[in-house]
């Protein structure tokens, strides 16, 4: 049976590979292949394998079923249904989930199926001119909707995986208007949203101010849209960051706590013959207890993807104790992981689902089956930092391969903030909110024992941030040298009565050695990275990188510096930037700036808007340098001063041998006269389209003079501004040019050589599974 389930589990993997799903017909087989499960017993691992295989193709099939009809796209639709999360508040925009009910509309359209869950916003001019959303609310609201659409990069986070899982097919915001209004403020489809949604209201009331609120209420409710920019990015690196994370650590503390209490205070009252003997064994009582008090504190935390893992997980080990069949450890695992899959295909795809399971299998591998250890105080605390080495150090190749990053100083961040999280904060947390509903001034005060045990916290996260060497940062490793490195990992941490135990260390090497060849001499590779509506470019020599424009910052958490160019960089293994050129001051070009400036040594800085960026000079027309065998030249502005916004941008002419890209930031038709005037235009192998695609850049002349091989319009997918427009497209086309928008194909990646350029490496259409948009397709 354990072969068998492993190859349902591959089933399930390959499944989540898919660029395309196969013809839901294929569903039949399964028929067929349950009723020969039992003739034909030698088969079965092809048996497992294929129904798995069929179960996940089922499921999303399903999930695929409910996608925005093409006709809806764009359009409004007037529906009803019910707010099915607690929304964010922002100072000027409201983001929640809701639970299309029905539509309202009365148009042709109106027969085509929406989908059933949908993610949106509510925008308004400040705070004050927002309504008031509650979880649970049916409301009667104008929607514009579109598919999901994320930004896809290398190095990136797959929004629109995560938007799948979750069970979103449509994102969008609500239109103005006087039909937008509440139908029922008492209804209860989501009643345990709207519980968390009150308690959250009410600790807001009764938290005293402090730096720690957002944590409290991430433990407490699982709502971490409180938690501070930098807090979160101190828990990333020091590899801490899963325990403000409602999972199954928390969740196996609550029933592990629970059982405990339940066997001691029964066995007090029995042997005290205060309670009668109980028909059923204490320890089956424990049990339930153990998983009624988890199912509690995975309600409260909204039942998130993690907790629902975790609580799968703990049910199956419970069920083992109250059946009186005790499995073994493999076999527990392996069955927890079967639940989950026929729950949920395609947690597969969530790096939590990998480093939960990995967590257990490494602490079973290394705890179970071995010699009992010497339980002295002291050596006691050996074995425990130990065990927290050997489960960072193995965990490692996997976060390496979905973040790009390995905190090494997480063995010494965890040996304390586990028990002290565990045993301090998240106790006096859950004790300190049931105390609020009751007696608030205690509530205070446990509630300032939590933020001391919380700060005191942060002092060892910021004292093992601040080593040496203490975040591995790096490409994400090829699946081949990860599969390696477990294999090494796994020899490593054998029991010490294995000899040869070493040799693990050479299994780790192509994980270890894991760097991207840098292009050759006189090579350019150029990416235009998908940043939505604003420009970002990297280009790369043998020794050098250039960056021109950053892309746009949304809020204090969300820039592009931080989620698109840092990530990409550290897939090119790059640890610094030779030279940084923001064109100009609009938010869609400098908005990452500081990020990058603040993450990465950079050695030049460039702008028409110099005051605004750290230890920044002015570009001007006549600047130019090489590296590598290639040339760069800028050829404007001519006059730093005065500044006219986007006919201030730096324009950049690159060359390689024949081949030259210019790198034409937002200018427009002023600044497209001074380069035909000055004589320093030529036909080009790539052009960055000025300003996205504007009707008011690419006049005639400038794009009958510069007649672009590609011409990369930075835009983004559905942008309001109509970008690019399709005169301007027209434009190009005339002049033979092939024309690729980031929104729609994702990062866009060159090779230039000294006689010819690459076809363009377009990252949405490469690395695409079957749930993500395929915008071409819309047009």
């Known amino acids: 049976m354990i072969s068998a389930g492993i190859a349902f589990?591959?089933?399930?993997?390959?499944?989540?590979?898919?660029?395309?799903?196969?013809?839901?017909?294929w569903l039949w087989l399964a028929v067929p292949l349950c009723a020969v499960w039992f003739i034909t017993p030698r088969l079965r691992f092809i048996y497992a394998f294929v129904l798995?295989?069929?179960?996940?193709?089922?499921?999303?099939?399903?999930?695929?079923?409910?996608?925005?009809?093409?006709?809806?796209?764009?359009?409004?639709?007037?529906?009803?249904?019910?707010?099915?999360?607690?929304?964010?508040?922002?100072?000027?925009?409201?983001?929640?989930?809701?639970?299309?009910?029905e539509q309202l509309d009365k148009s042709s359209n109106a027969r085509l199926r929406l989908p059933l869950k949908v993610?949106?916003?509510?925008?308004?001019?400040?705070?004050?001119?927002?309504?008031?959303?509650?979880?649970?609310?049916?409301?009667?609201?104008?929607?514009?909707?579109?598919r999901p659409h994320g930004l896809m990069n290398p190095g990136g986070f797959d929004y629109e995986g995560w938007l799948f899982g979750r069970g979103i097919r449509a994102t969008g915001y609500v239109r103005p208007g006087t039909q937008n209004m509440v139908l029922d403020a008492g209804r209860y489809r989501h009643g345990v949203q709207r519980l968390r949604q009150s308690l959250l209201m009410h600790l807001e009331t009764v938290l005293p101010s402090g730096r720690n609120n957002g944590i409290i209420t991430a433990l407490a409710l699982g709502h971490r849209a409180?938690?501070?920019?930098?807090?979160?990015?101190?828990?990333l690196s020091t590899g801490t960051n899963h325990l403000m994370a409602i999972s199954g650590l928390h969740i196996g503390l609550i029933a592990a706590l629970s059982y405990w209490l339940v066997l001691r205070i029964g066995g007090w009252l029995l042997a005290f013959h205060a309670v009668r003997y109980p028909c059923w064994p204490l320890q089956r009582i424990a049990a339930l207890a153990a998983f009624v008090s988890a199912f509690m504190y995975a309600l409260l935390?909204?039942?998130?993807?993690?907790?629902?893992?975790?609580?799968?997980?703990?049910?199956?080990?419970?069920?083992?104790?109250?059946?009186?069949?005790?499995?073994?450890?493999?076999?527990?695992?392996?069955?927890?992981?079967?639940?989950?899959?026929?729950?949920?295909?395609?947690?597969?795809?969530?790096?939590?689902?990998?480093?939960?399971?990995?967590?257990?299998?490494?602490?079973?591998?290394?705890?179970v089956g071995r010699l009992k250890p010497d339980m002295r105080k002291g050596l006691r605390l050996l074995r425990w930092g130990r065990l927290q080495w050997a489960l960072i150090l193995a965990l490692a190749p996997i976060t390496l391969y979905w973040f790009g990053r390995a905190a090494i100083s997480a063995g010494f961040a965890n040996f304390i903030a586990i028990p002290l999280v565990a045993f301090l904060v998240v106790p006096a947390v859950l004790a300190a909110v049931l105390c609020s509903l009751i007696w608030p001034a205690a509530a205070v005060l446990i509630f300032r024992f939590a933020d001391i045990l919380l700060n005191g916290l942060w002092w060892v996260l910021e004292y093992a941030r601040d080593w040496p060497f203490a975040q591995w940062l790096g490409p994400s490793p090829p699946l081949w040298a990860v599969l390696l490195a477990i294999v090494g990992m796994i020899w490593l941490l054998a029991p010490r009565g294995l000899p040869g135990r070493w040799i693990g260390v050479f299994w780790l090497f192509p994980l270890l050695m894991n760097k991207p060849v840098p292009p050759e001499h006189g090579v350019l590779r150029l990416t235009f990275l998908d940043v939505g509506q604003g420009t970002a470019v990297v280009a790369q020599t043998r020794r050098h990188l250039l960056i021109y424009d950053t892309g746009p910052r949304y809020s204090e958490r969300f820039d592009m510096g931080q989620v698109v160019l840092l990530p990409y960089l550290r897939s090119l293994g790059a640890d610094k930037v030779d030279t940084?050129?923001?064109?100009?001051?609009?938010?869609?070009?400098?908005?990452?700036?500081?990020?990058?400036?603040?993450?990465?040594?950079?050695?030049?800085?460039?702008?028409?808007?110099?005051?605004?960026?750290?230890?920044?000079?002015?570009?001007?027309?006549?600047?130019?340098?090489?590296?590598?065998?290639?040339?760069?030249?800028?050829?404007?502005?001519?006059?730093?001063?005065?500044y006219l916004g986007n006919n201030s941008s730096c324009v950049l002419r690159i060359t390689v041998g024949d081949q030259a890209v210019l790198l034409a930031g937002d200018i427009e038709r002023t600044a497209e006269i001074g380069l035909l005037v000055s004589g320093k235009l030529e036909p080009l192998a790539i052009l960055l389209v000025p300003h996205h695609g504007s009707r008011t850049s690419s006049m005639p002349r400038f794009v009958e003079t510069v007649r672009p091989e590609y011409a990369i319009i930075s835009a983004g997918y559905r942008n309001r501004y109509g970008f690019p427009k399709a005169d301007v497209l027209a434009r190009y086309r005339d002049q033979g040019a092939s024309l690729a928008v980031t929104g729609i194909e994702g990062a866009l990646h060159f090779v230039i050589k000294q006689q010819n350029v690459s076809q363009p490496s377009a990252f949405r259409r490469e690395q695409a599974r079957f749930w993500h948009n395929r915008p071409w397709r819309e047009e």
């Open 301 to 367: 935390a909204g039942f998130a993807l993690p907790t629902q893992r975790a609580l799968i997980m703990l049910a199956v080990g419970l069920l083992s104790l109250l059946s009186y069949r005790p499995l073994r450890p493999g076999r527990s695992l392996l069955l927890a992981l079967l639940a989950v899959l026929l729950f949920d295909p395609f947690a597969v795809s969530q790096p939590g689902f990998w480093l939960s399971f990995g967590a257990v299998a490494i602490l079973t591998y290394i705890v």
């Open 119 to 146: 993610r949106l916003s509510w925008y308004g001019r400040d705070h004050q001119s927002l309504p008031v959303l509650q979880a649970g609310d049916y409301w009667q609201l104008k929607l514009r909707l579109k």
């Open 580 to 642: 940084l050129i923001v064109s100009h001051g609009d938010n869609d070009h400098i908005g990452g700036a500081s990020a990058i400036q603040a993450a990465l040594p950079v050695n030049q800085v460039l702008s028409s808007v110099p005051e605004r960026l750290q230890h920044a000079s002015a570009c001007r027309a006549g600047q130019s340098w090489e590296w590598d065998g290639v040339h760069f030249d800028m050829l404007y502005p001519v006059k730093p001063e005065p």
């Open 52 to 101: 798995g295989f069929l179960w996940a193709l089922g499921f999303a099939q399903y999930r695929l079923g409910q996608e925005l009809p093409q006709p809806l796209i764009g359009q409004d639709v007037l529906v009803a249904g019910y707010i099915a999360s607690i929304p964010v508040v922002d100072e000027q925009k409201r983001r929640f989930e809701f639970e299309i009910h």
């Open 226 to 235: 409180s938690i501070q920019a930098e807090d979160w990015e101190l828990l």
């Open 9 to 25: 589990f591959l089933g399930v993997l390959t499944v989540s590979q898919l660029q395309e799903l196969p013809s839901v017909l």
